[in-house]
């Protein structure tokens, strides 16, 4: 099918909905096979199996899921800030070299120098516009924050549920969160995100891809730090 044919305010959004499908089929895709493998464990231990209802809702789904969500939201947060200050030459996820920091008001569209069209709070100035100036990094701080401490609350209970099948004590919260299993679940997740975020800038000097906004025009010289879309 022709993407013509498809309606505007599905091809405006594209982008947005074909990784929301994909999100849900991944994460349809991890329960189901995280409810046989629950079960599998289960039924190694001399226990009952489990509905897959019960599974989805139980704290051994939830733990699994929240240490992924709060690794990715961190690696976007500090990757938004850290592209205020750092720049990396020649790559298309960075700014140019000079242009380190939160620029000017005239570069960035604010105060006397916001348009008629700029969003609302822009234009309202004064702390509306701080907040609005930040507001991306704030939600994705706060959505890394909420799933951490999501990460920490079902772990310490999915952990207990695992200490009683061995019939050891359970621990508490404070506990859980300064020991060993918390911080291997986390640092797992951060060395990776770190690891893919800084191979995509380093790489993205030197190799193209070719109609995508995270790539430099295939023509482009390799030291050349101008974005895709200039």
Known sequence: MSINRIPTGVRNHAL?????????AALIAQSIVGHIDHNEIQVAHGMPEVSYWHFIT?????????ENWQSEYLQFFLFILGTIWFVQKGSPESKKPGDEGPQSDKDQLVGEYAQEDSPKWVRMGGWREKVFSNSLLLVMGAIFLLSWWAQSV????AYNQDQAMHGDPA????????????????????QSEFLAVGSMAALAIY??????AESKKVGAPHLDTADAGE
């Open 16 to 24: 947005s909905f074909a990784f929301g499908v994909i999100f849900l």
């Open 207 to 212: 190799l193209r891809q070719r109609g995508s």
């Open 171 to 190: 621990i508490g919260w404070l506990d859980y969160i300064a020991s060993a299993d918390f911080w291997n679940r986390t640092l797992q997740n951060w």
């Open 58 to 66: 139980s704290s051994s789904f939830a733990v699994d899921v929240a």
């Open 154 to 157: 079902t772990g310490v209970v």
